[in-house]
């Protein structure tokens, strides 16, 4: 703030100190909420390396589901089964995580030949392993999907919290304190002024009585 534009009133004073005291408290809630936000970021960051870990099992489970299948069902019988299995369709809805708005995935299944009822009566046992692994595949994935996306909203929110919290400690209020110091110099200067015109004064009317 420019010298010139400061005020040197009490009431100036009184309304910087006010605005210190919330620049300081607003620089705390925003601390906390960065702390808060870094545990997150940290807590989805470890539960992603358990799926992903789990994801690579999976999906060696789920190649081998289908190597079997054709060993015992026969290729020509897969691509039929696949054929009337529906298509799966992803929606993308939020949620909020911290305050933040993430991304959050749901898969959604098309019209089927191929129900459920059907599945389990009239599809082979190793074509319907086959296909219990590679839905365990696609939810995982999904699943990943989401809290990366999740974690790159999270980090993008830190980085901008971090930011607003060091503009105020190391601008705004180091501003504020400035000018309240200014405010006070400049009231103690005018009231030594005040005062020795006052005993300029005074002397000067003991004199004139005398």
């Known amino acids: ?4 534009q400061i005020k040197p009133t009490r009431i100036e004073l009184i309304r910087t100190n006010r ?3 919330l620049a300081r408290r607003g620089l705390d809630l925003l601390k906390m909420k960065r702390n808060a936000l870094v545990i997150e970021f940290f807590n989805i960051s470890r539960n992603i390396r358990g799926l992903r870990a789990n994801l690579r099992d999976e999906v060696g489970r789920a190649i081998e ?3 079997l299948a054709e060993i015992m069902s026969g290729q020509m019988e897969l691509e039929r089964i696949a054929q009337m299995s ?3 369709s992803v929606n993308v809805g939020t949620k909020n995580v911290m305050g933040v708005r993430v991304p959050e995935l749901s ?3 098309g019209m089927s030949v191929l129900k459920q009822e059907y599945r389990v009566t009239a ?3 190793s074509i319907n392993d086959a296909i219990k692994h590679f839905e365990k595949v696609m939810n995982a994935m999904l699943q990943i999907a989401e809290k990366e996306n999740s974690m790159r909203r999270l980090l993008q929110e830190i980085d901008k919290t971090k930011r607003r919290s060091n503009a105020i400690e190391n601008i705004l209020i180091p501003q504020l304190v400035s000018a309240a ?3 006070r110099m400049r009231l103690d200067e005018i009231e030594r002024d005040t005062f020795t015109t006052l005993k300029v004064v005074k002397r000067k009317i003991v ?3 005398e």
């Open 107 to 109: 898969t959604r299944s």
């Open 1 to 4: 703030m420019p010298a010139q």
């Open 65 to 67: 589901s289908v190597k």
């Open 19 to 21: 605005r210190i005291k």
């Open 86 to 88: 529906s298509g799966t």
């Open 181 to 183: 110091k200014m405010i």
């Open 207 to 209: 004199q004139r009585s």
């Open 123 to 125: 599809v082979s046992p």
